[in-house]
């Protein structure tokens, strides 16, 4: 019979994860010269890490997000593999640079509302443009929480969230 982890030891886990991460980060940060704080976070049962800095202008870090979050994303990849090599086990960390990520969640709650809106107002399905996993699940959760459900379509680089009425 096996038994499930408690909360404590995952929540221990996911902490350990996130000083992994963070340990990785640093030395990445000083190799690159750039400034930044790493915030570590246990969030939706993955560990959640964020590299700040105290200059809300900081431009170097928002370039370290590169264009549309592309750099974050290999960042991310990278950084799971660091922990994974540690720990032997593959991580979900989520990672965010200078509030991209979170900015970007903002926005594509809005674009998720807009899309439920119109699925419900027409009673068809309204397909959406290709999007990372990130900003997939980021819809998904919006369209749950409005009642309606969505499903991912397509192959990678193509895929895409359909929003359906209930």
């Known amino acids: 019979m096996t038994t499930q982890p408690d909360a404590a030891s995952s929540t221990s886990r996911l902490e350990e994860e996130g000083e992994i991460a963070a340990d990785y980060l640093e030395e990445l940060l000083d190799i690159a ?65 200078a509030g991209y990520r979170a900015a970007r969640r903002e926005a594509l709650t809005a674009v998720a509302n807009d899309a439920v809106a119109r699925a419900k107002e027409s009673g068809s399905p309204v397909s959406l443009e290709p999007m990372n996993p990130f900003e997939r699940k980021v819809i998904h959760d919006a369209v749950a929480a409005a009642g309606l459900v969505s499903d991912s379509e397509g192959v990678e680089p193509h895929r895409y969230v359909v929003v359906r009425p209930a």
Do not use: C, F, N, P
């Not at 997000?65 to 990278?78: F, I, K, N, T």
């Open 33 to 97: 010269d750039l400034d930044g704080d790493i915030d570590i976070d246990v969030d939706h049962g993955r560990a959640a890490v964020e590299i700040v800095s105290e200059d809300a202008a900081d431009r170097s870090l928002r370039r370290l997000a590169g264009r549309d979050g592309e750099v974050l994303d290999a960042l991310q990849e990278l950084t799971r593999l660091a922990v994974q090599a540690k720990t032997g086990e593959r991580s979900r960390l989520m990672l965010d640079i």
